[in-house]
């Protein structure tokens, strides 16, 4: 089937020739393990460069938070648990 710029069917040499090309294996195949492990490494510390950390104040509000929002969950749990218990040796005697 043809169309106005070519058949669909037969790709051009040129687009044959650059897929060739491209299916080579890249920069990995050219590094060794080491290399590619020493590349890792330094993309790690890179990323953590970029992080954000909180400082005390906010670690210290966060953390608190945190203990506040176990702590309300614990109780929580608590009373349900206690409320079924006794719910259970009403209902089963």
Do not use: C
């Amino acid at each position: 089937m043809a169309d106005a710029v070519g058949s669909i069917d037969t790709p051009d040499a040129q687009d044959e020739a650059q897929e060739k090309k491209s299916r080579k294996g890249g920069k990995r195949a050219k590094k060794g393990p080491l290399k590619r492990l020493a590349l890792f490494y330094r993309q790690i510390v890179a990323e953590l460069r970029k992080v954000v950390w909180p400082t005390r104040n906010q670690l210290t509000t966060y953390t608190t938070v945190v203990i506040v929002f176990v702590v309300i969950m614990i109780g929580l749990v608590t009373v349900i648990d206690y409320g079924l218990d006794h719910a259970a040796k009403y209902v089963f005697g």
